[in-house]
């Protein structure tokens, strides 16, 4: 009974940071759905959907989708170093600065968060906070969530799930204020999106490191876009 109390706990903690209300400063970032409004190439709910699934075929599958699945493999061998490189890799391969420096502020915040909470207990997260502070890594949000999912003993198929949810809740809030788009049409394109997440996972599965940073080029030149737009709600 106790052990399985504590399997719930370690649930209910990892889904505290997944939580789009933790204040790491993703409702800051529509990365790159804000120039599509802009265009008037996303109006109303549909065209949101078609870009949400979008970003999740190409920037999620291929990024922090996959890096999950990385980590979760470094860190089962102990390997923190391979973390590094695929921070170095990831942030290298985004070719928008501000959607670069959004994510870094992001993990940023995510690290100081979680490290105010429980303090030090978390042995991986330290170091790679310390690589940060000595620039040996730049920071990367999915990074930080596997090193914190992968402490609490959760699955990877659950981090997984976990992870891409809360991405895509946090997009859609995003959706609700700047479209807008009505609260109840954002929830059920959230249910799609889960049902969407499932099919990635198995996709995820079976691509490895060489897949890592690939990207749609609409949704990159969007997102450099963005950095030149005259009115802008979200920050990348």
Not at 212 to 236: C, D, V, W, Y
Request: hydrophobic share 40%; glycine share 6%.
């Amino acid at each position: 009974m106790k052990n399985e109390l504590n399997e719930k706990i370690n649930y209910l903690e990892v889904f505290q940071i997944c939580d789009s209300t933790f204040p790491i400063g993703t409702f800051n970032h529509s990365f790159g759905m804000e120039n599509y409004l802009r265009r008037n190439v996303i109006n109303k709910s549909p065209e949101f959907k078609i870009w949400l699934e979008n970003y999740y075929r190409s920037q999620f599958k291929y990024g922090e989708g996959l890096l999950v699945k990385l980590c979760y493999e470094a860190l089962n061998d102990k390997k923190i170093d391979k973390l590094f490189e695929y921070d170095d890799e990831i942030t290298k391969s985004t070719l928008a600065v501000e959607t670069r420096d959004g994510t870094k502020l992001i993990a940023h915040e995510m690290i100081t968060l979680i490290k105010k909470i429980y303090g030090d207990k978390v042995p991986y997260l330290n170091k790679y906070a310390k690589a940060i502070e000595d620039n040996k890594a730049y920071g990367n949000p999915a990074i930080v969530f596997s090193i914190f999912a992968h402490y609490k003993k959760i699955p990877l198929l659950d981090a997984f799930l976990m992870y891409g949810y809360s991405v895509a809740s946090t997009l859609v809030l995003n959706a609700v204020r700047a479209i807008p788009l009505g609260q109840r049409e954002g929830q059920v394109i959230l249910n799609d999106l889960i049902k969407l997440l499932k099919r990635l996972y198995k996709q995820v599965k079976k691509i490895d490191r060489s897949y890592l940073g690939a990207n749609a080029p609409g949704l990159e030149i969007a997102q450099i876009k963005h950095e030149t737009q005259e009115s802008r709600l979200f920050m990348s």
